[in-house]
């Protein structure tokens, strides 16, 4: 049988190329002094043992809700609490 995280790597496998939206476990995270939840926006390049790849990738920051985040980013499948599929990374919505 195969595990959460396999089942969720399938499903990602097949939304490559789509823009989306990730929310990963933790609370908030801290990135250039700058602390902020855990939202990204963008484009999913990858899907691999145990992990996926936004590029490019926005991140939803408070004080920059559209920060561009320079390189790809790759988050491990155990850390992500939703995603969510075709999902703009210009859209504005509220982070407070």
């Not at 043992?49 to 920051?61: A, C, F, Q, R, S």
């Amino acid at each position: 049988m195969a595990s959460s995280d396999e089942k969720r790597a399938e499903a990602l496998g097949m939304m490559i190329g789509e823009s989306i939206l990730v929310v990963t476990r933790s609370d908030q995270l801290n990135l250039f002094g700058q602390t902020f939840r855990p939202v990204f926006a963008g484009t999913l390049r990858e899907v691999g043992e145990g992990h996926l790849t936004l590029d490019p990738v926005t991140i939803k920051m408070v004080t920059a809700p559209f920060f561009q985040f320079p390189v790809p980013l790759s988050i491990p499948l155990e850390n992500i609490a939703h995603f969510t599929r075709k999902f703009a990374p210009d859209k504005v919505f509220p982070l407070t």
